[in-house]
């Protein structure tokens, strides 16, 4: 009995397709890729009754079964391939009550493929506010097939629609509309040349755009004996088609569907005139953009700090609590810390997405690509770049994965390709330090030069990523529709389900898809800088030691205990005169001494801690492209964090601070410290302007991040986007750097 | 009067004449965007373009250079508001 029955959704974007998905499989659903293409692919199993299980495939909304787009070919390739292991034994088509007419167009094309077709008139709850009535019984007549009311928002018909479709077998699968009549002896020579073949699948082999199926394409194609049309005579004919469609469901609604005009209309008009109004539309606009970007940017940073606290807790545990050894560091700095830098970006990916979902849900989101079009079309990017790119100034990961609302795939590519350059919040700290490093504190015309730099950084990556996609545009060589057309829905309240599914799939998605090799990455990333070649990694602890022995500690450290010393000191003796502590002149000394020794300790493990990264794969390599970046006026120890902070820009900052064998995080000591190195190249103070200059160029345009990486390579399908982003990203960031330092050194 | 999409004003509508067989993609044709059918000009963006429209029921936005290809009857007169 346990015989899984195919079905296929199929339906007009917005018309609560996904709703109706949701429903019928709950959780039990799986998102993935068709193979070797970027079309999200849906399925779920859902239970019916007797005992009978579907398997249900969501497949991408289309308008018709005349393919102008890759999402588009998936749905038709589907129906039309017998071969399949998902080719659908029965076809469910989801409608919209109040845009049947345009819904059935559809309906009857695949009725006409001879597949069982059920209808669901969704939204059935709307039928009463806007006066429609529709004659099921005799429409399912008219129609030749069964027919579910549906209203995913009020949960009815769901059930009906599941009795339904364990009944398959029972429904006609007779056509609906003979298109042959169009153009009788063309198909009739179609038919004597495959007498085998049904006619209405041959014609929309024949007539698609998209190239699938290929051997049956060569088929019709190597077929001369029947007479072949041009291209603009296929056109004509399926125009003829569609007229035909239109008018055998015109002359069905007249006798099953009625609007009473009377009824209200007025709220999509209202708001559509507030919405796209030439100066609140863009003031509404900018105020959702701001509160997303303060949602991913400050909402996001309380549950993101307890995770970042949580993890170094549970690394501190494993290190404390196991035997020390290989196995331990593995686990505590490899792979804790690599799942950390991946749970790390759920706050902000759940932030997103939840305001992705809401704007899709509601219809908002097609209003903005309306009043972003004109704007965004000269970069060759599309008024649903907007948000990726706005919300790239929090993260480049959530923005890379909220482009799946683009449809066109070169306006996708480029806004994916573009984004890395905006300022996101990672390369903050790198900013910051550097910045109150090398530009001094000075005022112009009110303005701090320090924040105008800092505004400058942000303006230049806006700048890079317009810049570039223009760029892109001109040369990536991408066939896809040059018109657009776009629907504007009715605005619907958000279903919170569908936004608790978007949010948790979305989640999931990163977690399970670029995780792997986020987590891959930092294993390599915690091995290379936690190993060496030499004696001199292994042996750091006997050779620091005996370093201090005979040198004592490094100036850095001995100036820095001196000083805690001297202001512990008085703290003390201050403490005593208020009658704090009462304690005698020996117990005083114990006590400096004691402190002495603590502070001595923690420096010689950080002296350590710095021996042994510049002993390590990663300080061989950050010496290795000495040469490379000494042109940029960096030495091999920025070398080391360049390499390191790969995995996430931020990491800049904290093995500068190991190098340098800074022990606190308090940046004011790093700063310190970072002020006080000379280049021993130069004989210069390391972090001067030139030189902090490059640095912060290279930051803006550099490709460091190997999340971004991986998430690119999740949604592009391929390697090949991800590797020329970061080669390209890469030279053009060493390049401006590179010119940077050679005219301010 | 004959007209084109993009040459009406807000509220304005008009009927879709015949129109040669390339013209436009099979998908608006798809959307109603049919020889005999209504076309009321709902909305136009900042900078003229896209149009927003309504034809035979569907809710959609067009960019001005296909509108202008569009060419219709124009029903009737409201008064620009």
């Known amino acids: ?745 | 009067m004959r007209t084109s999409i993009a040459h009406l004003k807000r509220g304005q509508k008009g009927v879709i004449r015949e129109f040669p067989d390339d013209l436009l993609p099979i998908k608006l044709l798809e959307l109603g965007c049919l020889p005999g059918n209504e076309v009321e000009l709902v909305q136009v963006a900042p900078f003229k373009d896209p149009l927003y429209i309504n034809v035979n029921g569907s809710h959609i936005a067009i960019r001005r250079s296909m509108a202008l290809k569009i060419e219709l009857d124009l029903i009737e007169d409201i008064p620009s508001i």
């Not at chain 1, 060759?380 to 923005?399: D, E, M, N, R």
Request: with cysteine.
């Open chain 1, 1 to 745: 009995m346990s015989k899984q029955i195919n079905v296929a959704l199929i339906g007009n974007p917005n018309t609560g397709k996904t709703s109706v998905f949701n429903q019928l499989t709950g959780l039990n659903q799986k998102v993935g890729n068709y193979p070797g293409i970027t079309v999200e692919k849906k399925e779920g199993i859902c239970k019916l009754p007797r005992g009978v299980k579907a398997h249900i495939i969501d497949l991408p909304g289309t308008y018709s079964l005349n393919t102008t787009s890759l999402d588009e070919s998936v749905a038709v390739e589907l129906l039309l391939n017998k071969n399949d292991k998902d080719h659908p034994d029965l076809a469910i088509v989801i409608s919209d009550v109040e845009n049947l007419k345009r819904n059935l167009l559809l309906f009857t094309q695949i009725k006409d493929l001879k597949i069982p077709t059920i209808l669901v008139i969704n939204m059935a709850d709307r039928m009463a506010r806007k006066g429609i009535s529709v004659d099921i019984e005799l429409l399912e007549k008219k129609l030749d097939t069964k027919i579910a009311l549906v209203s995913t928002r009020k949960k009815i018909g769901i059930e009906r629609l599941k009795e339904l479709i364990a009944d398959y077998k029972n429904l006609s699968i007779a056509p609906n509309v003979d298109t042959t009549v169009i153009a009788p002896e063309y198909f009739k020579s179609l038919q004597e040349t495959f007498p085998k073949e049904d006619l209405y699948k041959l014609w929309l082999v024949i007539t698609q755009d998209v190239n699938f199926m290929p051997l049956e394409k060569n088929l019709v194609k190597d077929a001369s004996s029947f007479n072949t049309k041009s291209k603009s005579e296929l056109k004509r004919l399926q125009q003829k088609e569609t007229i035909k469609r239109y008018q055998f469901i015109n002359s069905i609604l007249k006798e099953t569907y009625k609007v009473d005009i009377n009824a209200a209309k007025g709220i999509k008009a209202t708001l559509d005139k507030i919405l796209t109004h030439k100066i609140f539309g863009y003031l509404i606009f900018l105020v959702i953009l701001m509160t997303i970007f303060q949602a991913i940017y400050d909402w996001s940073s309380i549950p993101m700090d307890f995770i970042d606290e949580s993890f170094a807790a549970a690394s501190e545990w494993v290190k404390t609590s196991l035997p020390p050894g290989m196995l331990t560091d593995l686990i505590a700095e490899g792979i804790l810390s690599g799942i950390g830098g991946i749970v790390i970006f759920i706050p902000q990916i759940a932030f997103l997405f939840l305001f992705i979902s809401l704007l899709e849900e509601s219809g908002y989101m097609s209003r903005v690509v309306f009043l972003m079009d004109r704007v965004m079309r000269p970069f060759g990017l599309s008024g649903k770049s907007v948000v990726p790119l706005i919300s790239g100034t929090a993260c480049a990961i959530p923005a890379v994965m909220a482009t799946r609302t683009i449809e066109n795939w070169k306006e996708r590519l480029i806004t994916i390709l573009v984004t890395p350059f905006t300022t996101c919040s990672a390369r903050l700290p790198v900013y910051l330090i550097i910045i109150a490093l090398v530009i001094p504190e000075g005022r112009f015309l009110g303005l701090g030069y320090q924040a105008m730099t800092l505004m400058l950084l942000y303006l230049i990556g806006f700048g890079a990523a317009i810049i570039s996609a223009m760029l892109l545009n001109k040369v990536l060589k991408i066939k896809s529709r040059t018109f657009f057309v776009m629907e504007m829905p009715n605005y619907k309240l958000p279903l919170l389900k569908n936004v608790i599914y978007t949010v948790w799939e979305k989640t999931k998605s990163f977690v399970f898809g670029a995780g792997k090799i986020i987590l891959a990455i930092s294993i390599i990333l915690w091995f290379l800088g936690s190993n060496g070649f030499t004696d001199k990694y292994e042996n750091a602890e006997s050779i620091i030691e005996k370093r201090i022995q005979d040198e004592g500690l490094s100036a850095f450290n001995q100036e820095n205990i001196a000083n805690d010393i001297a202001v512990y000191e008085i703290a003390l003796n201050d403490s005593i005169a208020k009658n704090v502590y009462k304690i005698g002149p020996e117990q005083v000394t114990d006590s400096i001494k004691s402190y002495q020794k603590e502070l001595f300790e923690k420096a010689k493990h950080q002296e350590i801690a710095s021996f042994k990264l510049e002993n390590s794969y990663i300080g061989n390599m950050g010496k290795a492209i000495e040469p490379m970046v000494k042109p940029l006026g960096y030495d091999w120890k920025i070398g080391i964090a360049l390499i390191t902070s790969f995995a996430a820009r931020e990491v800049f900052v904290s093995t500068l601070a190991t190098i340098y064998s800074v022990g606190s995080d308090e940046e004011d000591t790093i700063k310190n410290r970072m002020s006080a190195e000379m280049n021993a190249n130069t004989n210069k103070p390391l972090f001067n302007l030139a030189s902090g200059i490059s640095l912060l160029l290279f930051y803006a345009f550099a490709m460091q991040c190997m999340s971004t990486l991986a998430i690119v390579k999740r949604e592009t399908n391929s390697w090949k986007w991800p590797l020329a982003q970061l080669v390209f990203m890469t030279l053009f960031a060493y390049i401006v750097a590179l010119i940077a330092y050679q005219i301010l050194k």
